[in-house]
């Protein structure tokens, strides 16, 4: 069954650190992945998709077949990072299966 | 247009009345999708259009929920004698639909619903 999982409903950091937001998938073919983002009292929004291999406010995030994997990271988390994360793959159709998300705090 | 809107945004019902949702997306969108989210989870698929065509439908859409996107534009989610298990965010998304690339779904900001 396709499935994501995200295994940390909380991440706590200090300004400056690195952050890894992890994510798992289950999925019989080949994955689209992505990072969701929502900031307090904003909708949904796209971070970044795995096919683009792009970094977006200093995210990056890397497709690891072997392991199912598509972890998200940053180097140096900011303040304005704290936000819930969401990871989701695209299934038929073009319909997401997210995860459970995942709280980053990120304390000055 | 300043993307996907959603009406109401928040709706108080009793337990057995119907309820109605109306999603408005982007104009250019053909395809349209409606995710529920209860507290604590992700958002979870219920169904989605392509233009006026209801194409799939969840488990998780029990036969006291219908949508129709009757003009291919704005769509409707109706659910009929509410449960309190329906308290919810309800989400709408929409993404134009060309074969074989993905284009970013983009999202309203929601309906909650809750039933007393």
């Known amino acids: 069954a396709q499935r994501v999982t995200q295994p940390e409903k909380l991440l706590s950091v200090f300004k400056g650190a690195p952050v890894e937001l992890k994510c798992n998938y289950s999925?019989?073919?080949?994955?689209?992945l992505f990072w969701y983002v929502q900031y307090s009292r904003q909708r949904l929004q796209l971070l970044l998709r795995?096919?683009s291999r792009e970094s977006i406010k200093g995210f990056t995030a890397d497709l690891n077949k072997g392991e199912t994997s598509f972890h998200l990271k940053k180097p140096f988390a900011q303040e304005e990072d704290s936000a819930m994360y969401y990871c989701?793959?695209?299934?038929?159709?073009?319909?997401?299966?997210f995860g459970q998300g995942t709280e980053l705090s990120v304390k000055p | 247009d300043t993307g996907v809107s959603q009406d109401p945004r928040h709706k108080i019902t009793k337990r057995g009345q119907n309820v109605t949702f109306r999603c408005d997306p982007i104009?250019?969108?053909?395809?349209l999708y409606w995710y529920r989210q209860t507290l604590g989870q992700g958002p979870e698929f219920l169904t989605y259009?392509?233009?006026?065509?209801?194409?799939?439908k969840s488990r998780l859409l029990s036969d006291r929920f219908s949508a129709e996107r009757p003009k291919g534009s704005f769509s409707t989610l109706e659910i009929q004698r509410t449960e309190q298990g329906d308290s919810a965010m309800y989400l709408c998304a929409s993404r134009q639909g060309l074969a074989g690339a993905y284009n970013e779904q983009f999202f309203g900001p929601g309906t909650r619903l809750t039933v007393l």
């Open positions: 989701a793959l695209n299934n038929q159709g073009g319909k997401l299966i």
């Open positions: 999925y019989s073919g080949s994955p689209e």
């Open positions: 259009f392509q233009n006026e065509a209801q194409l799939e």
């Open positions: 795995h096919i």
């Open positions: 104009s250019e969108h053909n395809r």
